[in-house]
């Protein structure tokens, strides 16, 4: 007899994420703790192919606002929790310079490339660091809902152009949100100051290859490699490489390697401080180990287009893929099997996890929570400590190494050694 | 006994059951072939016998269930591969609003809203053989403002670009290996997307018997089987090449059949006869003179196909985003082994 019906996927934590595609469309997907698969809860916007998204970003305080910034080039702030509009920005697209009118014109055809909402700063009120394409970065107030209406310069606290020349794909901002790292294609990538606006560091391409030519930048994806330390950049180019930058160091990668065949479109830094997750064009998705530049794995299951977006959950070990074939799937960042999968109908642009409002029922006490969140966990130590009890009897003298760079703690310190080899990259 | 042996018995049917349970030899353990043969021929045509006979008790016993006005047992469903085909959640629903939103803002709605007419182009992969020549030649009858373009030495990329700045709304690159046609690629223009089929089982009119000369009226175009999320748009995909308006005088048809993930193309002319049937004689007035007027011949409208020409299949390896680009490019979806895990899982 055929095996007529489905696998049935593994269940998967309560989270909450927020989809964006490219009908301007928001979907809720939710999984609950007691009803199994996750599912879309709630479906905010009209479908219209002008508001399709572009980019997004979640402020990271207690009540976090979700900026939004749209193909006609508005950015939309959010309430991630009731999907409640709350304010519409626009976004400059040429550099004001105080004694220069001859200069500047507002150019309509410049796209956003890169969002972030800053959190809410002690003098009140949130702000937001907008990047085009063009290269005209800028950082502008958040008005408050009561005040009105005002000019977009008086809201504009700065602005300044990142390159002259070149096309700005990607932007990142820290977790202590005072640099802010660019690329793009023509631009190797740029760390800057954000309360200074001055660059502080820019990279330098690597050097000529064995035919004597240099490939021209293009960066296509851009994090930061623990939440501790801005000095690790890790990059994904077009050319299907990924560098690790020690901007303390050097300008030249001191880790470079490459993966599959296609461009790198996605790029997501895991809370241990070392494995990266990597998402390309041709739809492969895998975890590497940023000490020693090892591939620890493919996620499988369902990847059949290219990945847009790769998040890790800030405390479950999940990690959430989207992208042009239309799924959201989240996987276990541990043992990388596919724990569920959701259609959402739509090519998907970017996903976040909504932190702020867990799926839970409102009657239930606060103690519950947790339990059932260590109830997971310990499903996963469990499974991790039979990865690991495979990997011993099967290779005992690989398990040894692992344990010991393990203990070795390489996320503040690149390893000296390793560094001095590679620095003849 | 060997293993073998008694993996074949393992595997008898029931026909080879009954006959051991009767005590009869089965034709396989005979030694001698012709008597093995003949005697497999017997078994083969008792079976055939036995199921016209089934057929013919079923159709009794429902011609009298509906005779007594009951309702006749339902008719067996036999099982295939599509119909325990497993769930696919990606299937298109004709009532999902946010589908024809995704349709109405694709790169092919302004082929369906008629704001421009197909025009297609088609050139080959670099230094191409006779049988892809060929092959295109019957591809230009079929496909209606298809213009052939030498490949010469250009890249696609530039091709894409010359295509765009004449107002080439599609085009096709056949791809040969070993001098047989083996790839097809599909660009839509001026924003892609970008299929690449694989190409086999080609045979060109001339080897079809029977075939017949295609018109240069405008086809009518049928797909079949389109029914997820990715088929829909590949299946929109081969309806922007074509234009939208067939004209039904010409009788012909262009079909993409979706089998299993397999898109088998054909071409047909048909035609509706008036042929003469000869009226059936009811047994009562056999040789009364009422059944002269009877015995007249009736005429009644049957319908024809003549195939025209070529026939091949396809089978999509991957679908990109924006026109070509091997080495930056994006993939909606890209075929992986990992999905061939089972039988009964198709994409499109």
Same mark, same amino acid.
């Given at each position: 007899?055929?095996? +007529?019906?489905? #696998?049935?996927?593994?269940? /998967? ?5 927020? /989809? ?20 879309v ?26 900026a ?9 702030i ?21 004694n ?8 309509a055809?410049? #796209? ?5 909402? %800053? ?14 394409? !063009? ?21 504009l ?9 070149? /096309?700005?794909l ?5 977790? +202590?949100?005072?640099?802010a790292? %660019? ?18 560091? +820019? ?20 994090? $930061? ?33 490459? %993966? ?12 241990d ?8 064009g041709?739809?492969?998705?895998? /975890?590497f ?9 493919? $996620? !499988?299951?369902?990847v059949?287009?290219s ?25 276990h ?19 976040? %996890? ?8 409102p ?16 499903g ?14 099967? !290779? ?8 010991e760079?393990?203990?070795?703690? #390489? ?6 050694? !390793? ?7 | 006994?060997?293993?073998r ?14 006959? *051991?349970?009767?005590g ?5 353990? &005979? ?11 017997k ?35 036999p ?42 182009? &088609? ?10 020549? @060929?092959?295109?030649k ?8 298809a ?27 056949? @791809?040969?290996?070993r001098?047989?046609p ?5 660009v839509?223009?001026?924003?892609g ?12 009119s001339?080897?079809i ?15 079949n ?12 995909m ?22 299993r993930d ?48 070529? *026939? ?19 993939y ?17």
């Amino acid at each position: 007899m055929p095996r +007529t019906s489905q #696998v049935e996927l593994t269940g /998967c934590p309560p989270f909450r994420a927020l /989809c964006f595609d490219n009908l301007g469309l928001i979907k809720v997907v939710e999984a609950q703790p007691d009803k199994g698969a996750p599912q879309v809860v709630a479906r905010w916007g009209h479908p219209d192919s002008q508001q399709a998204a572009v980019c997004t970003s979640l402020s990271g305080d207690t009540y976090p606002s979700l900026a939004l910034a749209r193909k006609n080039g508005r950015v939309e702030i959010i309430d991630p929790a009731s999907g409640a509009h709350r304010m519409e920005l626009g976004v400059p697209t040429k550099v004001d310079i105080p004694n220069d009118r001859s200069r500047g014109q507002e150019d309509a055809s410049d #796209v956003v490339c890169g969002l972030h909402l %800053f959190k809410e700063s002690s003098s009140g009120g949130k702000s937001v660091l907008t990047c085009t394409e !063009k290269g005209v970065a800028a950082i502008q107030r958040v008005p408050d809902q009561i005040k009105g209406e005002a000019t977009d310069s008086e809201l504009l606290i700065a602005n300044w152009s990142i390159s002259e020349s070149g /096309c700005v794909l990607c932007l990142r901002v820290d977790t +202590t949100e005072q640099h802010a790292a %660019f690329g793009g294609r023509g631009l190797d990538v740029n760390l800057w100051d954000v309360e200074k606006c001055s660059r502080l560091w +820019t990279a330098k391409s690597p050097r000529r290859d064995n035919l004597g030519l240099i490939a021209p930048p293009y960066v296509t994806s851009l994090t $930061f490699l623990s939440n501790e330390d801005h000095r690790k950049l890790v990059v994904g180019t077009g050319h299907h490489q990924v560098r690790l930058y020690d901007v303390g160091g050097q300008r030249r990668p001191v880790l470079a390697f490459n %993966f599959g065949e296609s461009p790198i479109r996605a790029l997501a830094a895991d809370a241990d401080g070392y494995s990266v997750y990597v998402g390309t064009g041709a739809g492969d998705l895998a /975890c590497f180990d940023m000490r020693t530049g090892q591939n620890l794995g493919a $996620f !499988k299951g369902k990847v059949a287009g290219s990945i847009r977006s790769v998040v890790r959950h800030p405390t479950l070990p999940i990690i959430a893929s989207c992208g042009l074939d239309r799924y959201l799937r989240i996987h276990h960042s541990k043992t990388r099997q596919l724990l569920a999968s959701v259609f959402l109908k739509q090519q998907l642009v970017s996903m976040v %996890f909504d932190m702020s409002a867990l799926p839970q029922e409102p009657a239930k006490t606060d103690a519950t929570v947790p339990q059932e969140k260590s109830a997971f966990d310990d499903g996963r130590d469990d499974l991790d400590n039979s990865i690991l009890h495979k990997v011993k009897s099967s !290779k005992e003298r690989k398990h040894t190494t692992f344990t010991e760079s393990k203990s070795l703690g #390489v996320s503040k310190k690149p390893r000296k050694s !390793k560094s001095s080899e590679l620095q003849d990259y | 006994m060997g293993k073998r042996q008694r993996e074949d018995d393992g595997e008898e049917d029931e026909g080879e059951k009954e006959l *051991r349970k009767a005590g009869a030899k089965l034709p396989s353990h &005979i030694k001698n072939k012709h008597k093995r043969s003949e005697a497999y021929s017997k078994l083969k045509h008792e079976k055939i016998l036995d199921k016209k006979k089934r057929i013919k008790a079923r159709d009794l016993a429902e011609k009298q269930a509906l005779e007594l006005g009951e309702v006749p047992e339902p008719r067996k469903i036999p099982r295939t591969i599509e119909n325990t085909r497993e769930i696919d959640e990606t299937l298109a629903q004709p009532d999902d609003e946010e589908l024809h939103a995704d349709n109405a803002a694709d790169e092919f709605n302004a082929h369906f809203m008629r704001e421009h007419v197909p025009k297609l182009l &088609i050139t080959t992969s670099q230094a191409c053989c006779n049988n892809t020549r @060929n092959f295109i030649k019957e591809l230009l009858t079929v496909i209606p403002n298809a213009h052939y373009y030498k490949r010469g030495s250009y890249d696609l990329k530039q091709i894409v670009k010359y295509a765009k700045n004449r107002d080439f709304t599609s085009m096709i690159v056949v @791809n040969e290996d070993r001098k047989y046609p083996n790839g097809l690629l599909v660009v839509n223009l001026p924003d892609g997307p970008t299929a690449h089929f694989k190409l086999s089982s080609v045979k060109l009119s001339k080897k079809i018997k029977g075939h017949g000369r295609p018109t240069r009226h405008m086809p009518e175009l049928i797909l079949n089987n389109f029914t997820t999320r990715l088929g829909l748009r590949v299946g929109r995909m081969f309806a922007s090449i074509f234009p939208q308006d067939p004209e039904f005088r010409g009788r012909r048809a262009v079909t993409f059949h979706n089998q299993r993930d397999f898109i088998f193309f054909r071409h047909h002319r048909y035609i509706f006869e008036e042929k003469e049937v000869k009226g059936k004689v009811s047994a009562s007035s056999k040789d009364s003179t009422v059944d002269v007027k009877k015995r007249t011949p009736k005429s009644a409208v049957i319908a024809r196909l003549q195939e025209c020409g070529p *026939r091949f299949t396809l089978k999509l390896q991957s679908l990109q985003h924006g026109t070509f680009d091997s080495k930056y490019g994006e993939y909606e979806w890209v075929h992986k082994p990992d999905m061939d895990t089972s039988r009964r899982r198709f994409f499109l």
